[in-house]
């Protein structure tokens, strides 16, 4: 996130230097079109989106929230091939297996180093078979997000009126 100009990241894994970096909007982000998108990230967060969805104003199609990718041709698409077949296989372990573990996981505060672990290794899994933007993926990140707070932020409350902001 963004605020004055000052950026924070937290990355699944290393990034080498000189690579792109992509996001994927929360939910709260998608339902908003990308006029008041642009605006409330622009004005909360001074940041300026410039990917070429944002740039060349891409059309917006919410019916590819759950699209697999087929590990042969790392393509979505609605034909079901044999090629096809382990990212089906995975969405339905990932909704009913993954998800369901990593929400109790968060549900319970456990920021255990075996617990973020479990968490990357499903998001890692997540982008060689999802296609972003996806519910799943957006839950999935939000419990990781959540955790590594939880773990690595040092909160401090103050009294309203002594608060500088």
Not at 20 to 47: A, H, T, V
Not at 118 to 138: C, E, G, H, M, R
Not at 147 to 154: F, T
Request: aromatic fraction near 12%.
């Amino acid at each position: 996130m963004s605020v004055n100009g000052v950026a924070g990241i937290v990355a699944f894994k290393p990034i080498p230097a000189n690579s792109e970096i992509s996001i994927c909007y929360f939910l709260p982000y998608w339902d908003l079109p990308r006029g008041m998108r642009q605006n409330f990230l622009s004005k909360g967060f001074s940041f300026q989106c410039k990917c070429d969805a944002c740039v060349k104003n891409w059309r917006v199609v919410k019916a590819h929230n759950a699209l697999a990718l087929c590990p042969g041709c790392k393509r979505g698409n609605k034909r079901i091939c044999k090629s096809s077949l382990p990212a089906l296989k995975f969405y339905n372990k990932l909704v009913h297996k993954y998800l369901p573990e990593i929400e109790r996981l968060r549900d319970q505060k456990n920021t255990s180093s075996q617990s973020i672990a479990y968490i990357t290794k499903v998001i890692n899994q997540i982008d060689a078979f999802i296609v972003p933007p996806s519910d799943v993926l957006a839950k999935v990140k939000k419990a990781y997000e959540y955790l590594i707070k939880l773990r690595y932020s040092s909160w401090t409350q103050v009294p309203k009126e002594m608060a500088p902001f």
